[in-house]
């Protein structure tokens, strides 16, 4: 999920049926280096809820005088039951992701709140094609939908077009290459691109969509992530070509504040 982003909700976003949320110590266990701006947390927290693929947690730290501040990450990982990943982008001039991805080392601890959201969300029992749409960071949830589906041998079959700046931005590149059945890939590089990539740098365009993505007529779950503008751009394509606004969820990242 974006460093310090929070997520925007669509405004036609239906909540799961409410239960009380409490905040869980999560002890830090492994990290791994994602991209030259990114790295996954893996945090044990005993007693966490099973969470859904696209749900999110906020996560707060406390320092020694009682200062406390928090900020909002997708999960990255299937459930598996007290295990969290986390995967943070380092932001210029954060107060937490810094933190997260510099200073915590394994058996320090932070608290999570979550699982949170009951849109953006895949579930196994889904049969109908996927087509995933991240930009950026934005793929951190949608992650979480191909592990699962690859965690509980799930059938519906899953494309997945990914958008960068460029190579070394990719996040789970090795897992994603490797790739798995009834999963398709396809990247777009929107300032440089491998020299054997077929296709020019550029924005996400309907040409994209059309290739990469399903026919309307086939009735995909259209689930697209990122900054604002790309997911505002991804949707209204989506739209013109035909899909159901009902079946296009989005989820749009920007700057928390404080």
Known sequence: MPGHASPARSKRQALAPPRA??????ELVDRRAESRTARTLVFDVPGWPAHLAGQHVDVRLTAEDGYSTQRSYSVASAPDGD??????????????S?????????????????????????????????????GGSGIVPLMSMVRTRGAVGGRAPFRLLYSVREPDDRL???ELLR???GLDTEYLYTRAAPPEHPRPVGRLTAEDLVRGGWPADRRPMCYVC????????????LTALGH?????RTERFGPSGG
Do not use: C, K, S
Request: aromatic share 8%.
């Open 179 to 181: 790739g798995e059945p």
């Open 244 to 248: 159901d606004p009902d079946r296009i």
């Open 98 to 134: 810094p933190y997260l991805m510099d200073v915590m080392e394994p058996g320090d601890r932070v608290e999570l709140r979550g699982p949170i959201g009951g849109w953006f969300v895949w579930r196994p029992e889904q049969a109908e094609p996927v087509l995933l749409v991240g």
């Open 21 to 26: 949320l409490r905040w869980l110590v999560a």
């Open 226 to 237: 990122g900054p604002t503008g790309f997911v505002e751009n991804a949707a209204t394509l």
């Open 83 to 96: 295990r969290v990943e986390l995967t943070i982008q380092r932001v210029a001039d954060g107060e937490v």
């Open 172 to 174: 789970y590149a090795p």
